[in-house]
């Protein structure tokens, strides 16, 4: 990408600059790091230390900021969706001429738009949208189908019959439609395999994180909506339904059946129980176990304080003998009722 | 597969009809989605209110149910287990004729009953046993076993000398007997590598979920037993052993040298620290961080319940203060007590 | 590997040896299962049961275990360490002339000392060490760096532009350089996509566990100093920072720009939020989320006790109401120090 000009970026995404539009810049970079050649922005007000000192060819920010800006600034309301939409201009995705690799296994029909890498596997009837990327060591079922523009990165799963929709973004090591955890228990305590005839279904501008798994349903199909992003690492357990525009921070676990809402956000290592429902809008903090449905939008948290070890050790234990303690409380109420009483009668 | 009739069912499975047996089904349904043609099943009563509604050709169910279900039914003891062996009847494992694809490098004998995917990579002195399915880009290390009827779906890698029994499923992006977290601490604080040469044994009819890793022995094997299931993402680390019929949910991790009894089962997110045994029959609760032995059978337990965000601070910065809640609280018993005695005397 | 002589390990490694130098040992074993032809160690005191019952040939111990040993011993300071050293003696990494792969797809020029297994993908510009193993399945992507002798197991997928260093240990399925999770929220909920445009790059030393993510930086680097060693399964966000001879236990998640001191530990199943800061000497246990900054060296704790699920039901539903507790404690010492007060004037 060419340098561009700070009074092409303010007539093409809008807002304020202030400073010399003819100044170019090449790349965005990060407060402390950015040269003269590059465009930063400032999203919260408690890196305004690091603005002071940057040497940025422009920043992006707030206008209660733009005072404090040593440099070329655009100001808008926000810096931190304009500063996206730049980046995405100065770092568009690069695509080269589409290649068919010839380690590739190909069994079905598709656009010469398409790109595939080395040693990738595709299986009968798939149907492939145009200009999809799929790079080396993907290997796609029977039957899948993958929506236009969108982009596989490496050594990626696609089960027969999964459906990706357009411009998703899978990144290495993603399965998608592996079998649910499903099993019926005999007697003897043994395992029967339930079938997992299911299968995923995924919508449009998607983004799935590395090493991530999503399996298919058990019967009905597990869903994820339009926009919805998943970062590494997540488990999704069939049947699951996540609404648009949620966000699922890494090492999230979703079990069987669960339903997460629209706009939702899980932060990383949650964990959300099977058959749970979570209405929309609803924001998990880190590492909380959601336990039961929630059906009302708001920050839900159950996490522990940490602690140095030696007073973790005193406190801690005490938590096996809470209802110990909340008896105790009760009986000392009730002895102080008594003590107190006598004396206000006198 | 073809439709069955449902007095075939009742012949082949056991049961009592309560229909027309020349009706036939074709394939499993849930209650809310099953049309004519595909049969059903309630296991828990919670779901009642669905069997009303169900326009399924027929529904499994227990004798309790039967007088509310609008269609035919089988009335039979476990509907879950019932329904598990119906629906692998009429979805029976699909095995084309077996393949060598021609980008496999394949370096062992295989029998040719045997289908190897496009891309795998066999190594020497392999043992693969009769009607192995090896998925799309599979990389099956040096000496590595597999016993008959096993199927690996794609992307798997079997480190050397892994062993795998019969009739196993392992799911896509599944590691085997990477090398388990074994370092001797030098003093001045970096890390000297314990070379792994222990193996990975899995016994018989085992399954392993997608992204789910297995590490190999320090020194002796790491053992998973026979009919064990292991959902996605759950991490073994070396030396550990699982107990035959024990189903571990995603995300779970067990370090090293744990000892999980048979037909135990732990939720979804739990961890096992190293060194600690479970006896057998014991159930984990998801999300529990299981820090010492258990020789009993039962539940355990060790969550937290989540509340709203404003609630949760109020509350769980108490535990900090655990200790000297505790403190408190005896501090007032002495001084009812001392109030208390003078009193009773007068 | 040759049978060695007991003074061949001594004249080697130092210590002393208690009994016949001219014993030989083939092979590394636990106290349990050594034979007679294999050498075992004992570095923790609770399993010197263990060793008076040995059929090892030697054992590397303590100088107080010496006399309880049946068999021959090394005496040393540091026997786990010294059996480290033993063992990478006797277990040397297997080396087999250097192969190239016909089913791999290279763009790159390579040293004749690397080996490349059966369908590698190496991109445009890569710089790959003297020694280097690639095992199969695994794409480098354009522009990748990796140093000298490193060995990089099946299926792993290096992002274009990723850097490892020398020596580097990578277990197969990891994936080093995904997009790190950044997204502007628009005010409609909706997610923009923020360009990840910094790398990953790895130290030398570094030890890498199967299945585990590694995300490049958002802007700047996601940096991995030398010696650290991770454990399978972690998720490490982008702009994080580890320190040198750092060691992560399984499951860890990092949140993006965290960083981690040297020679810190992570407890398996742990969660690093964002923009923490974790100084050097840090060990945090298995389980702990970290929701702050730790600025002083120490162990830092913060899991639950489980325990059996009636008696946590019981004491866990308190954890709803400790604010109430509290506010009860300080209604009774209000009252008690009243009720105290007349009494003690009397």
Redesign the interface.
Known sequence: MAPVRLDEIVSRFGGELIGDGARTVA????L??AGPDEISFLSHPKYRLRLGLTRAGAVILGGQAAAACPVACIVCD?P??Y???V??W??PRSRSAPVR?P?A?IDAELPSSVSV???V?IGKGCVIGERVEI???C?I?EGARIGDDSQL???I?L?PGSVVGRRA?I???A?IG??G?G?????????????Q?GRVVIGD?V?I???T?I?RGA??DTVIED?V?L???I?V?HNVQIGA?S?L???V?I?GSARIG??STVG??S?I?GHITLSA?VN????????KSINRA????????????A?????????????A??D??RA??A??AR??E??EKS
Request: proline content about 3%.
């Open positions: 790349q965005v970079a990060s402390e790091r926000q931190y969706v500063f996206a939409r980046s995405q100065l770092n690799h380690t296994a890498g080395a040693g596997s790079g080396p060591g290997v079922g990165y490496a050594n799963t089960y973004i990144h290495a090591g399965v592996a079998d955890f099993f019926a228990r005999e007697s003897d305590g043994s395992w029967l395999k339930i079938p005839i501008d983004e994180g590395a090493n798994t399996d019967l009905d926009g992003k970062d590494n690492q488990q357990g525009h966000a921070a890494g090492c676990g079990a629209q706009r990383g290592g964990v129980l809008d998990i903090s880190a590492g909380t176990l959601v336990s708001g920050t839900y948290t159950g996490t522990l304080p940490f602690l140095e070890h007073d973790w050790l005193k406190n801690f234990s005490r938590l096996r003998h809470l209802d303690m909340a105790k409380i000392l109420e002895q102080v003590l107190a006598p004396k």
